[in-house]
């Protein structure tokens, strides 16, 4: 299993692309949200991965940044499935209101000939908190996050019998999910800023942590593997130097700071890690 994450980024970033990210295994490819526009169509091209291929994907919630990348993957499916070029399905999970938003938006905006391809070539499906589904062979867990923002919801996906990957979605990780993320062998989290820039970000006011916040958690629940995203753009050549020095003070465990475009293999009880940067 692999993860490549396509963008790092927050909601207003112009060094790197907002966060979203694509976990694949053996040709099979799950998309977790689209960010902000068209520019995701760009990210997979960059990232070797065709479009066309990923039949399977995930919106956490209702944010731009988040939700409006996956339109155009619908615009593409619809237009392929119109010229008879895509064959099968693709599903499209998400909580109730982000489905709505997702069936009603791209109805508005895609022609007629192009809309009718929703529920065929195109499924948006709804989840529930804590429902199951299998996806790309393994057992995927939604939960709510219990956010105040915006209904969000993350997962967990079970890589092998012992092991499990976890994402909080973009808020930091609350005890309403402990049953979720508790003994996962990887953490997915956002991390808005450094503790140092907390007066220059604000991050608390928007519902983020700090690196320090998010190792701290992360080393209190034992999980050995932390990915860090959704950070501010202010000094990209440097942001893996200094969040990773900042964050080892805190956690014991490896700790990943990826770039746009960087992939990591997913260290698992029968497998080996490492990045695999493109």
Known sequence: MKLTMLGTGRAVVTEC???CFVLQEEGRYFLVDGGGGIG????????GIEWNRIRDMFVTHRHMDHI???????RMICQAAKRGEYKGESRI???EEVVRILGEVSCMLLSEQESRFIGKAVKL???EDGEEREIIGYRVCFFDIHSTKAKQFGFTMNLTENDRLTCCGDEPYNDSEKEYVQGSRWLLHEAFCLARDTERFHPYEKHHSTVKDACE???KLGIRNLVLYHTEDTDMANRKQRYTEEGKQYFSGSLYVPDDLETICLET???????DSR
């Open 17 to 19: 692309y907002n966060t």
């Open 40 to 47: 995701l169509l760009s990210r997979l091209k960059s990232a």
């Open 93 to 95: 999970y998400g909580h």
């Open 68 to 74: 409006t990348g996956m339109l155009w993957m619908i």
């Open 125 to 127: 499906i709804p989840v």
């Open 269 to 275: 009880d029968g497998g080996t890690s490492g990045r």
């Open 217 to 219: 958690q992360t080393e």
